[in-house]
């Protein structure tokens, strides 16, 4: 098991560009785990935003953010980062890291997905 929390998010303008961070609080280490982000909008599904395998040696990214945003970790200091650039109103959204078992892969399932931060709003005006 792990603990996760996160940290970051807020209110910013379209073109913006905005940091999340997620750390384990307690638990097993975070580089035992592969790591993703998802958002969850108002009345939405929560859906996939990216993924990184346990040594951070593939990313993976849903359509819509490659380019502009970058996942990365710190298997050190058990952080996982979600870089976001190019900001749009389309990125408002609760924001959440999750951990999976490694044999799930870069998994967008988010039942794949055991282990949940608390959440943090992003909104992006326009």
């Known amino acids: 098991q792990v603990q996760l929390v996160q940290s970051g998010g807020g209110l910013v303008q379209a073109g913006d560009s905005l940091t999340l961070s997620c750390a384990r609080v307690?638990?097993?280490?975070?580089?035992?785990?592969?790591m993703a982000w998802f958002r969850q909008g108002p009345g939405e599904d929560r859906d996939f935003v990216a993924a990184?395998?346990?040594?951070?040696?593939?990313?993976y990214y849903t359509d819509s953010v490659k380019g502009r945003f970058t996942i990365s970790r710190d298997n050190a200091k058990d952080t996982v980062s979600l870089q976001m650039t190019g900001l749009k109103a389309d990125d408002t959204a609760v924001y959440y890291c999750a951990a999976a078992r490694v044999q799930y892969g870069l998994s967008t399932f988010s039942n794949h997905y055991g282990y949940w931060g608390q959440g943090t709003q992003v909104t992006v005006s326009a």
């Open positions: 307690s638990g097993r280490a975070l580089s035992t785990y592969v």
């Open positions: 990184i395998s346990e040594n951070a040696d593939r990313t």
